[in-house]
């Protein structure tokens, strides 16, 4: 009796060990290739918001009721939209790298209007802790996270 018992428990563990270890590789592999339709409708949601870049790019030309905080938030989130679609490592570190050069754009920007009495000292932080969250994210990306 007590062999029986001994086999069944070694069936399950190598049943549950196999689950997990397919499992975990099954969804990796998921995660990593999006499907034909995901990458259309990420492709699609990525050109609607450049054009929302481009909008706002061009009120700010127009100077009318400018908002700086929506064109950094809609520039940022363009380029880590394209992040999933970029074909090698090497690409999104790039990516990552832009997404950078916006943050610290727009902190000189909130800084800028904080020294003028423009902005408010909350704005300033906000861009400090945005570029930082961007700057943590190369480095994550540069180790392959």
Same mark, same amino acid.
């Given at each position: 009796?007590?062999?029986?018992?001994? %086999?069944? =428990? &070694?069936?399950?563990?190598?049943?549950?060990?196999?689950?997990?270890?397919?499992?975990?590789?099954?969804?990796? !592999?998921?995660?990593?290739?999006? %499907?034909?339709? &995901?990458?259309?409708?990420?492709?699609?949601?990525?050109?609607?918001?450049?054009?929302?870049?481009? &909008?706002?790019? /061009?009120?700010? $030309?127009?100077?009318?009721?400018?908002?700086?905080?929506?064109?950094?938030?809609?520039?940022?989130?363009?380029? /880590?939209?394209?992040?999933?679609?970029?074909? $090698?490592?090497?690409?999104?570190?790039?990516?990552?790298?832009?997404?950078? &050069?916006?943050? =610290?754009? !727009?902190?000189?920007?909130?800084?800028?209007?904080?020294?003028?009495? %423009?902005?408010?000292?909350?704005?300033?932080?906000?861009?400090?802790?945005?570029?930082?969250?961007?700057?943590?994210?190369?480095?994550? /990306?540069?180790?392959?996270?």
């Amino acid at each position: 009796m007590t062999g029986f018992r001994f %086999s069944v =428990r &070694e069936l399950f563990l190598i049943t549950l060990v196999a689950a997990l270890v397919f499992g975990w590789g099954t969804q990796s !592999y998921i995660r990593s290739w999006p %499907s034909s339709h &995901e990458r259309a409708l990420m492709q699609e949601r990525l050109e609607a918001l450049k054009e929302i870049v481009s &909008e706002q790019k /061009a009120t700010f $030309g127009e100077g009318a009721g400018f908002n700086h905080r929506a064109l950094r938030d809609a520039e940022i989130e363009a380029l /880590a939209a394209e992040i999933p679609l970029a074909e $090698g490592h090497s690409q999104r570190i790039k990516l990552h790298e832009q997404i950078v &050069e916006a943050t =610290r754009r !727009y902190e000189t920007i909130a800084t800028e209007r904080y020294e003028v009495g %423009s902005g408010t000292h909350q704005e300033l932080l906000g861009a400090e802790a945005e570029r930082l969250k961007a700057e943590i994210a190369v480095e994550r /990306a540069k180790r392959g996270y």
